[in-house]
């Protein structure tokens, strides 16, 4: 069997071009002609976007599902219109080629430096490219839970402890940013409280959870408009082998600025209790003037 040189470059989805965070989400393998044998061009991109949407939780997945479609249909018609056309020129590279569908610049689309190798099997060397760069990450069939999951005990214990009181969604705009919490009341400053689940697939979408809010945090306190004071209920992963990375997160939480206070979920009660005691309390001076 004939052993075939090959280049290839992997297609990186890079969310924030400041932090330069990326996931990887497309292959292309060019082989040129040799031996006898026409090029040959591949290309895949990612069909499963749990990872990127674990990662990027703001990311329109149906947009960026379209636009994984084209690149790749773009890229196959190029390797076919290669062989229809008898193209038997050596030079050029998987990059080359890449950029002709998906040119370089300062979009959110990159492609990596490029690499090679050889092979008696362009099929089973694109397979390994594939399961190298993007498949060996994903985590099929999990199901985790979800911010409002980690909400359901709360409101449960809120019920059955029959508290007068209206939760709602507020926005608290602080200078250039602002942030949306899904349940607030008022008593002079507002109290804004949050569930937020860590039962992510990796380490490293629960850091970047908690430094998301973080951010958030601290762009937005030192200028709000309104006074405001932040609790956050907080999940931990089903996966215990992320317990380290789940403790790490809750201290990056609670170095957030301002008057914030943080529970695990395991103490539910302990955060309905500060609930009922804030609303009783108010209830009692009466309404802040």
């Known amino acids: 069997m004939t052993t075939r040189r090959y280049s290839y470059t992997v297609l990186r989805y890079v969310h924030d071009p400041i932090t330069a965070e990326f996931v990887n989400v497309g292959v292309v393998l060019f082989a040129p002609a040799d031996h006898g044998e026409p090029s040959v061009l591949m290309a895949s991109t990612r069909k499963t976007f749990g990872r990127v949407k674990d990662i990027f939780p ?36 998987a990059s080359t080629l890449a950029q002709r569908i998906l ?60 508290l007068p009181i209206e939760l709602e969604p507020k926005v608290i705009v602080g200078g250039d940013d602002s942030i949306e919490f899904q349940h607030a009341w008022k008593n002079g400053a507002w109290h804004v409280y949050e569930p937020l689940s860590l039962d992510l697939a990796d380490a490293e979408g629960i850091y970047r959870k908690a430094h998301r809010w973080l951010g958030q945090l601290t762009s937005v306190t030192s ?67």
Do not use: C
Not at 236 to 246: E, G, K, T
């Open 58 to 93: 703001d990311l329109d997945r149906e947009a960026f599902k379209q636009v994984m479609r084209t690149i790749e249909r773009q890229l196959k018609r190029l390797g076919s219109d290669l062989a229809q056309e008898g193209m038997i020129k050596t030079e050029g590279d």
């Open 103 to 162: 040119p370089r610049d300062d979009s959110s689309l990159q492609w990596s430096a490029l690499g090679s190798g050889t092979t008696e099997d362009l099929n089973k060397a694109f397979d390994r490219l594939y399961a190298r760069f993007i498949s060996r990450y994903d985590v099929k069939n999990v199901s985790r839970r979800s911010d409002e999951d980690v909400w359901k005990p709360v409101r449960q214990r809120l019920d059955e402890r029959n």
């Open 223 to 289: 200028e709000a408009t309104e006074a405001f004071h932040p609790y956050f209920i907080v999940g931990a992963p089903s996966d215990p082998s992320l317990d380290v990375a789940y403790r790490r997160a809750i201290k990056i939480l609670k170095k957030s600025p301002g008057d914030i206070a943080v529970f695990e979920e395991g103490e539910v009660d302990k955060f309905v209790d500060r609930i009922e005691d804030e609303v009783r309390a108010h209830n009692w001076a009466g309404p802040a003037q």
